[in-house]
């Protein structure tokens, strides 16, 4: 007889997109258990107390600048909770990343990679009380606390499940594409999900979209992180793939939908903006603006990061997009490993400039994110005269952003990354 599972969520609006797809694959895969979701962590504890299930699972995610404060939240949710048969999972790129600190920090289990597959196989193991070494993709605590990797969880095309549980009515944005074949230094995004994009078919596509006109919803947006990438396996945009997926998602739609793409939460490449690209997506699309990665005004320390252009295709990605009735928002990294003072200002030099052209400035402080190239780098150091210059373009209205919250989440990523050596040999299971 199968043991009853309850799935307690610790749901939070920063990370709904991941906890949508594990809740999709749970759903879609037809693995009987209990849901609730934990807004806040007083919620999240009643949930577990009040389960009469034998088994509550308890799902974290979080970001690598969240991951002190989750901490802190599991320690009260634990001290509000206290029941047998509960184990707390943290997933999502920071758990990849920090297995050994996440589980030093007081989780049962790290998800490590993609964790569609991980969460069914997990719920199973739980419902029939198979060991969970078993179990692909986590990381456990071995008997003098190590963390005890179990074989890697597959990856899946994008498929195999779905975006977001549509008949528990949770929706949000359609993830298009997976993986990125641009190994930015500072990104964890190919370090997570590989370093080859996987597209989602149209045809999938029109599913979720369809999914989402029979509830009402009116709005689709897209994850990906190259919007114009979409369906090319290379560096060179596929513009007719763009076409057929916007023309299908417009076609599910009811005739006051509305499609945003190159957007919040995707972005475009300034590459691959031009003139024919923009034509595209002005007869497409419901948004009038686009997020532009620029990271730096020096071609110097875009070499450096891996980034893939200079500067020369940012300039005419703001100028293009404008002349087609879009306002670029263009983000720029302040502080990136190795970078001077005149790197510095001629990333100041390129931001006022593209200001005057139009654009929006969207400023952040590099962070060593666990996972990265760069995750043992010195956390960012701003100048005075860096802060003043940005505090005068957000006082214009030409610049926005949390950099000065960055900053403070890179001196603590800076000390967990001496705290735990990358060299530090894995266990594994077998």
């Not at 609006?13 to 906890?19: E, F, I, M, S």
């Not at 707390?88 to 993609?114: K, R, S, Y």
């Not at 023309?247 to 024919?276: D, I, M, W, Y």
């Amino acid at each position: 007889m199968a043991l009853a599972v309850d799935v307690v969520v610790r749901y939070r609006k920063a990370v709904t997109y991941g906890v949508h797809a594990l809740l999709a694959a749970l759903e879609s895969a037809g693995v009987e258990h209990g849901l609730s979701l934990g807004t806040t962590v007083e919620e999240t504890a009643a949930h577990i107390a009040g389960s009469r299930a034998d088994r509550v699972l308890v799902l974290w995610s979080f970001y690598s600048p969240d991951a002190d404060a989750m901490a802190a939240e599991l320690a009260a949710v634990r001290a509000l909770a206290g029941r047998d048969g509960v184990l707390h999972i943290a997933g999502g790129v920071h758990a990849t990343a920090e297995p050994q600190q996440v589980i030093d920090a007081g989780w049962d289990l790290a998800g490590i990679g993609e964790g569609e597959s991980t969460i069914v196989s997990l719920v199973t193991a739980l419902r029939r009380d198979d060991p969970l070494t078993d179990v692909p993709g986590l990381a456990l605590r071995d008997a003098d606390g190590v963390a005890l990797r179990t074989r890697p969880a597959p990856q899946l095309p994008l498929d195999a499940f779905p975006s977001f549980p549509a008949r528990r009515g949770r929706f949000g944005p359609i993830e298009i594409t997976r993986g990125c074949r641009y190994t930015c230094r500072f990104c964890q995004t190919p370090f997570m999900f590989g370093g080859q994009f996987r597209h989602r078919s149209v045809a999938s596509v029109r599913e979720h979209v369809r999914a989402m006109a029979g509830h009402g919803l009116r709005d689709v947006r897209f994850i990906t992180p190259t919007s114009l990438s979409y369906g090319s396996p290379g560096p060179d945009p596929d513009l007719d793939a763009v076409e057929e997926l916007l023309a299908g998602v417009k076609e599910e739609l009811p005739p006051h939908g509305r499609v945003f793409f190159g957007s919040f939460p995707s972005e475009v490449r300034p590459e691959h903006v031009t003139p024919e690209a923009m034509r595209l997506l002005k007869r497409n699309v419901a948004n009038d603006n686009l997020i532009i990665g620029a990271q730096s005004g020096s071609d110097r320390v875009l070499a450096a990061s891996g980034r893939g252009h200079d500067t020369s295709p940012v300039r005419d990605a703001v100028r293009i997009a404008v002349e087609h009735g879009f306002r670029p928002n263009v983000d720029f990294i302040f502080g990136m490993p190795g970078e001077r003072a005149e790197d510095q200002e001629a990333s100041l030099k390129l931001a006022a400039d593209l200001a005057e052209l139009g654009a929006r400035i969207h400023t952040h402080t590099f962070m060593p994110l666990p996972g990265t190239p760069w995750r043992d780098a010195e956390p960012a150091f701003v100048p005075l005269a860096t802060v003043r210059e940005l505090d005068r373009l957000a006082q214009r209205g030409d610049a926005y952003g949390h950099w000065r919250k960055q900053a403070e989440h890179a001196a603590r990523l800076a000390e967990t990354a001496k705290a735990y050596p990358r060299r530090a040999r894995r266990r594994r299971t077998g």
